[in-house]
């Protein structure tokens, strides 16, 4: 969540000036902050971002834009310099294992966050910005972070970018075949909730034959896509949890748009809620890493915490002959960081049973991306449902 309690102090034009600071990934203030504007060369900037220095504007929007993808193309550049010498050393036989290229690729991906991380733009109270050629961000601020509260603030203008980006996606919503080509059936995220860019899971759910039309739960129900497509099945009742507020509210204002809002039960809740049902769905994180934001934690899953909790509990909470779907896709196995046997292992020690497998090759642009550090592994995932019962 949002961390606006450390203070930003700055002197410009002789005076001392203070706002609080403001980081959705919970990154602390950089240590030292020095004014910056129109005259300073990208270079320059670039080797302060590297130490760490936060680049606080005070000149002209548009210019900080230009800046920061000269800091961009640097960054990628060095990038490309190291995949360059690290593909030599391949060919010295120095072949690093996947999970060290994991590893490797989300290092550079930290350090270029850090990097791009450094220009930095004061808000008003009202979350406008008083700079030359601004542009009015101020309702989609609003949506991300609540109204604002007369308190000046500074935020890194990389997120600003995505939290605009993030307010156009969720005011122009995502088709999901699944629940129809009409405009009004797309699925409108709101900030900080992860996007169904990926449809292959939605197909697997709204395709795979129901145990049962009565009721499901829905565990981690994000954008609420999928309880949707269970309605639009037929299904009568869905209970659906997640514990993160901004997803619930997303899932009520998608489920109420979509119309199937009378049909769903939402509850703040850590995986299951109370009781039983004849079908539980969930689609955890597949990545078995550590999220280095509160959106990341769609897809890394430190120590497979949500995967092997939702195992650990499926038995418990299904009916007599029902069935648990895990979506999963097989990613980190061809990543080398959790083994196909290890999977198993927790499905038996749950007492669990596999009643069959449904997989799909994923289509996304990553998948076919040959210059992607990790395109080896992409190229071979498949994502599965596991359809999982209570053994016995």
């Known amino acids: 969540m949002p961390t606006p309690h450390s203070v930003i102090p700055w002197t410009h034009q002789g005076q001392s000036q203070e706002a609080l600071w403001r980081s959705e990934s919970g990154a602390p ?10 005259t300073l060369a990208a270079d320059t900037a ?69 990097v791009l991380a450094s220009v930095l733009i004061p808000l008003e109270g009202d ?19 609540g109204p604002a509260t007369g308190q000046r603030c500074v935020a890194t203008l990389r997120e600003l970018l ?84 901004r997803a619930l509210a997303c899932a009520h204002d998608n489920l109420q748009r979509l119309g199937v809002l009378p049909q769903v039960d939402l509850q703040q809740a850590h995986l299951f809620p109370p009781g039983r049902a004849p079908l539980v769905v969930c689609n955890p994180p597949w990545v078995p890493a550590r999220a280095s934001s509160p959106i990341e934690h769609a897809v ?38 959790r083994p196909r046997e290890q999977l198993l292992g927790w499905i038996a020690e749950a007492g669990l049973v596999v009643r069959g497998r449904h997989d799909v090759k994923p289509v996304h642009a990553k998948a076919a991306d040959a210059g992607d550090a990790l395109h080896a592994a992409r190229a071979a995932e498949v994502t599965s449902l596991w359809r999982l019962a209570a053994a016995g």
Request: aromatic share 8%.
């Open 162 to 245: 995505g939290l605009v980006g993030a307010y156009e996606w969720r005011k122009k919503g995502v088709e999901v075949p699944a629940l129809g080509a009409a405009p009004r059936d797309r699925i409108h995220p709101h900030y900080g909730v992860f996007s169904p860019v990926r449809g292959e899971y939605v197909d697997l759910v709204a395709t795979t034959p129901l145990p049962s039309q009565a009721l499901a739960f829905d565990i981690g129900v994000g954008t609420g896509v999928l309880s949707a497509v269970l309605v639009r099945r037929g299904v009568q009742r869905v209970v659906a949890t997640d514990q993160d507020p």
């Open 46 to 114: 670039y080797r302060m971002a590297c130490e760490g220095t936060g680049l606080l504007w005070q000149g002209d929007f548009q210019n900080a834009r230009h800046l920061l993808q000269a800091l961009m193309r640097r960054t990628d550049s060095k990038t490309g310099r190291h995949r360059r010498a690290a593909a030599k050393a391949a060919q010295k036989a120095v072949v690093a294992t996947p999970s060290e290229a994991f590893h490797l690729h989300r290092q550079a991906q930290a350090q270029r966050a850090r």
């Open 300 to 337: 890394y899953d430190e120590g497979s915490r949500m995967l092997r909790g939702f195992l650990a509990g499926l038995a418990e909470h299904l009916e007599p002959g029902g069935e648990g779907w895990l979506i999963l896709s097989d990613l980190a196995e061809h990543l080398g960081l």
């Open 127 to 145: 979350y406008g910005i008083a700079l030359r050629r601004a542009p009015d961000w101020r309702e989609a601020c609003t949506q991300a972070w």
């Open 29 to 38: 203030a950089p240590r030292r902050v020095v004014v910056a504007d129109d």
